[in-house]
């Protein structure tokens, strides 16, 4: 976007919004400290409204991983589908990257909402305080924003309220914990056997080769929703995932294509794509004769790096961790994703 387009478009927003956009690109990345055993996480609600079920299972889910819990002031608010008003939900976001004692921030749960705090943010505060951020879902608003715009790498993995398996947890424990290199992602056993006897889990080379650069990605629907906005994923030079759920085939190929036709996707280094869970046609479409496969097929077929359906992130369980602007290696022949570096201090 150019300099005059730029100020135009951001003109109604926050001072701080305006200049941390401004700056995009500008500056390194930022990793946060790692998480040890007994420190403080909060537990926050910035996309969808989350019952007293989801929190409970959240807070389990946390305490299972050896650290204490701070459930943020809003938690329980409800505006509509969401977590708390605007206002509410952006208090609870800065205010947990501002509490001393907090080491990572964690969303109990997606559904919607998350995008709408976008313009509002102060990503000169995040970048001043970077913490660990995961979620996925709804999430990847935040996720693919901060690390465009503070420079923060961010995390693609469980929400709070997700199912902990022991393959997702040993993770977790591995990037969030540890900070390893070299961990590989591939499908866990759990996923090997969905596969033989459904195919939407079956992982399949789409294209071979090996490619490298760092990640960026999430949702497919979320990051379509951003095209044409200053939050859109920067796309070039990277690793592109995807995931995707409940979506029948021709809605993702109609997303597809805008994603494939926006600026950068035609300069990505490779394409990983989890498992598009539940992507079959139940709204009654007249002649939607699209499967999964087909439009995979017709999408990518004949793209032009390395490309892999099937890798465990997104919502299925049990999934991995991918840390938003870290180096990786996507071996589509082997069907693996490698972390090359550490993804915290």
Do not use: C
Request: aromatic fraction near 6%; avoid cysteine; glycine fraction near 10%.
């Amino acid at each position: 976007m150019a300099a005059v387009g730029l100020s135009a478009a951001l003109a109604g927003w926050p001072h701080h919004a305006r200049a941390a956009l401004a700056r995009a690109h500008r500056q390194p990345l930022v990793k946060p400290p790692r998480l040890r055993s007994g420190d403080w996480v909060a537990i926050i609600s910035p996309s969808g409204h989350v019952s007293d079920e989801q929190l409970e299972r959240a807070v389990r889910n946390l305490e299972s991983l050896g650290v204490r819990v701070k459930l943020a002031r809003s938690v329980r608010s409800r505006s509509g589908n969401y977590g708390g008003t605007l206002k509410e939900r952006l208090a609870d976001l800065h205010g947990a990257f501002l509490d001393r004692d907090v080491r990572a921030i964690w969303p109990a749960r997606g559904g919607s909402g998350a995008a709408m705090l976008l313009p509002h943010l102060d990503y000169r505060l995040i970048r001043a305080h970077p913490k660990i951020l995961i979620g996925f879902s709804d999430i990847t608003a935040l996720l693919v924003s901060l690390y465009q715009h503070a420079g923060l790498v961010s995390f693609h993995g469980v929400v709070a309220g997700s199912q902990f398996a022991p393959w997702s947890q040993r993770h977790v424990e591995d990037v969030l914990f540890e900070g390893r290199a070299g961990v590989t992602i591939t499908p866990p056993p759990e996923q090997v056997v969905r596969a033989a006897r459904n195919d939407e889990d079956r992982i399949r080379t789409l294209r071979g080769g090996v490619a490298e650069g760092p990640l960026v990605g999430g949702n497919l629907a979320v990051l379509s929703s951003l095209i044409g906005t200053a939050f859109a994923a920067p796309l070039a030079g990277h690793l592109l995932f995807l995931e995707e759920i409940g979506e029948a085939p021709y809605r993702l190929d109609r997303m597809l294509f805008q994603l494939q036709h926006s600026g950068g996707f035609e300069r990505i280094a490779g394409l990983a794509l989890g498992v598009f869970r539940r992507s079959v046609d139940t709204d009654g479409e007249p002649g939607s004769k699209h499967t999964l496969a087909q439009v995979l097929e017709e999408r990518f077929g004949a793209i032009d790096v390395p490309a892999v359906y099937g890798l465990p992130f997104g919502h299925i369980a049990p999934q991995g961790v991918l840390p938003l602007g870290i180096r990786a290696r996507l071996d589509a022949d082997a069907q693996t994703l490698t972390l090359l570096e550490p993804a915290v201090l």
